[in-house]
């Protein structure tokens, strides 16, 4: 199996985890108030960044061409609010009026935002997320609160990423999506 197919699986069993946190909580993004795609978000994997640039190079020149100008504006944004000591708040460049132009390669955190969740560190310890202010209004007051696992899959990815880079040696990735979109990964 490519390495591409076992990350779509591995994003389809995120989605799947997800989903059965969600249903459990009767908890959806629909007619949310905020919009989490404008969250600012950095993103670790050279195999995520070059799927994501085979669902672009997927698309008509002029819709990438789109995305990759939004791009441009996004990380001037960006760079203004951190400059000012601020979290950047930029709508994603792929957001088209609320539905994602790139769903089927978006990204690990795309995924997995939202749901309460746990994440075992490899020496043990546990961390715990409470969800988003949808979620957190769900489960308040709930002595059972459903949590997405979120350990195994990055381990997963973190296997993934070592077959995926192989012999070469690369410095760690800590880039936005717009970051992505306007840079190739490297070959
Ligand atoms: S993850 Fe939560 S805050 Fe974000 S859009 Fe969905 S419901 Fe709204
Ligand atoms: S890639 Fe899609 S889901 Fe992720 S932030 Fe952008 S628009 Fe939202």
Redesign the pocket.
Known sequence: MSTFAALADLYAEMESAYEQVAVRLAFSCEGCPD?????Y?QHHTYLEWAY?WQGLSELPAERQAVYQARAREAVASYRTALSQGERPQV??????HG?????R???L???LHGAPASLTSPNGQRRQFPGCFRCQELTQGLSDVPTLDRTRFFKTMVRLEQEFLGARSRPRVKMT?AEMLLERPPG
């Open positions: 919009n989490c795609c404008d969250s978000f994501l709508m994603c460049p792929v957001n088209d539905r994602c132009g790139l769903y390669h978006r990204l955190i795309c995924r999506l």
